[in-house]
Each structure stands twice: as C-alpha cells, then as structure tokens.
T-cell receptor, first 114, second 112 residues
C-alpha cells in the first residue's frame, strides 16, 4: 500500500534560519505530491504541488520542494523562517500505486523561535 | 469564490444525541471528501464522493456514521447516536480532479 512518512512530528527553528521538513513516499510509479499547511483553528490549504513537470516546485510564502525520484523524497524548504510560518505541515501523495486516493502524512508541527 | 463552506463551526452535544454536519463544496468541483482530525489519530479520510456517488466509505468508523450527497452543492455527515469518542474536528474538502483538495474551515464537535 502507498504510504507517506514525515520525519519528525515537531521541528523547531529560530527566526531567520533554514526550514527543512522531510517527506518520503512509497510508490513504484511517480505520483502527484503535495504540501499543505494548517494554521491554528483553520482547514488545510495548499502550499505547493508536484505533477510531473519541473522537479523543483515553488509555492506560496517562499516555500519550495524538490522531487527526488531516486530517494522517493519531497522535502519542503524555506531559506529564512518567519514567525508567521509556525503551523502544521502535511505532505500528501495522490495517484501512483495508490490509485484515486490522496494519502496524507501524519504532519509536522513547525515552531519558530524569536 | 466563497470556498468550501461548513456548518456549524462549533457543535456541543450530549452523548446519545444526533449530530448533522453540513458542507457546501466549491461550485464546479465533482469530488467531495469528509475527514476527521484528532490529536491521537491525526487526519483520517472518512468517505469520498465523486459526482455525488460514494466511492470509498472504508474510513467510516461504524454504522453510527452516515454521509449523503443529494446534489452537487450539498453534503451531510450524520452521527447517530453520538459518543464522547466522536469529539474531533471534521473537515469537508472538495476537488475538481480528485487530486488537489480545497478544505473548509472545519466543524469542531464536542460530545459530552
């Protein structure tokens, strides 16, 4: 069965530091990949998506992610963290060997220290 | 576009009562999803509709849960009877092609 693994349920960075949130998926067929962000008391909203075009995907709020087929990874990065980035981030995979379903990772909560 | 609309935003009820959650998807979207989110279990897919037809309800916890989509612009999730362990945030999401999903603000359900 297709799965998504997010390494680290909590990540803490200082304001201005690099943000790196890790995501690995399992699928023999390259799927569509997504990162969603959830701010407190809100629903999830799309940050960025990979749909088999460019492997480096740029999203909103300065985030980007790189699809690496050889590593089955889709890590999310941002060069400089801002206090407003504090939220929970979900990696998701659609298609591939999972068919029509979208599988969400368990989420990583990002804390940003002043 | 107003986005996905859910009502109510908060619901507090007593064990044994019937609860109905409502969702209006984005106009033109043909896929609709119901999720449940808790601290213990994270985000769980309950049921998925495509063109108003339930495609996968394997995530529905038990017979106390039921979902309907009578038309393209409205869906309900009903819990009857409700139990304290049903307390969670319930999200509705819609999609045009089934991949990128647009989430509503959620309904926070508390069952006492």
């Amino acid at each position: 069965a297709q799965s998504v693994t997010q390494l680290g349920s909590h990540v803490s960075v200082s304001e201005g530091a690099l943000v790196l949130l890790r995501c690995n998926y399992s699928s023999s067929v390259p799927p569509y990949l997504f990162w969603y962000v959830q701010y407190p008391n809100q629903g999830l909203q799309l940050l960025l998506k990979y749909t088999s075009a460019a492997t480096l995907v740029k999203g909103i709020n300065g985030f980007e992610a790189e699809f690496k087929k050889s590593e089955t990874s889709f890590h999310l990065t941002k060069p400089s963290a801002h206090m407003s980035d504090a939220a929970e981030y979900f990696c998701a995979v659609h298609g591939g060997t999972g068919g029509f379903k979208t599988i969400f990772g368990a989420g990583t909560r990002l804390f940003v220290k002043a | 576009d107003a986005g996905v609309i859910q009502s109510p935003r908060h619901e507090v009820t007593e064990m044994g009562q019937e609860v109905t959650l409502r969702c209006k998807p984005i106009s033109g979207h043909n896929s609709l999803f119901w999720y449940r989110q808790t601290m213990m279990r994270g985000l769980e897919l309950l049921i998925y509709f495509n063109n108003n037809v339930p495609i996968d309800d394997s995530g529905m916890p038990e017979d106390r849960f039921s979902a309907k989509m009578p038309n393209a612009s409205f869906s309900t999730l009903k819990i009857q009877p409700s139990e304290p362990r049903d307390s969670a945030v319930y999200f509705c999401a819609s999609s045009l092609k089934g991949d990128e999903q647009f989430f509503g603000p959620g309904t926070r359900l508390t069952v006492l």
